[in-house]
Nanobody, 123 residues
Framework: QVQLVESGGGLVQAGGSLRVSCAAS????????MGWFRQAPGKEREFVAD????????SYADSVKGRFTISRDNAKNTVHLQMNSLKPEDTAVYYC????????????????WGQGTQVTVSS
């Protein structure tokens, strides 16, 4: 099993940038495709981005495309989500997730989850 811990959340003004990270322990993340999801108050959790095991392939939700970048450092067992041009509607708890066999936006197919990190964007 792999344990995931997110970090890097915080308060930022609209238009600003923030990078959230996901540190894995227990197993190397090179064995997992990774995803980022988010949940805003009163809303369902939604897909943000994913990255393949090798890091060659990524995909993004339309709402963040061109502003967010997902990356992974398998040597450091971490995954990052660089968020630029942040908007108030990006305010949410951000979760990373891991799957040994699935890359995509279906959160039900991810097996391991972190506890989340809060990102708040002020207007």
């Amino acid at each position: 099993q792999v344990q995931l811990v997110e970090s890097g959340g915080g308060l930022v003004q609209a238009g600003g940038s923030l990078r959230v990270s996901c540190a894995a322990s227990g197993r190397t993340i090179s064995a997992y495709a990774m995803g980022w999801f988010r949940q805003a108050p009163g809303k369902e959790r939604e897909f943000v981005a994913d990255i393949s095991l090798s890091g060659r392939f990524t995909s993004y939700a339309d709402s963040v495309k061109g502003r967010f970048t997902i990356s992974r450092d398998n040597a450091k067992n971490t995954v990052h989500l660089q968020m630029n041009s942040l908007k108030p509607e990006d305010t949410a708890v951000y979760y990373c997730a891991a799957s040994p066999s699935y890359t995509g936006s279906d959160q039900n197919r991810y097996d391991y989850w972190g506890q989340g990190t809060q990102v708040t964007v002020s207007s």
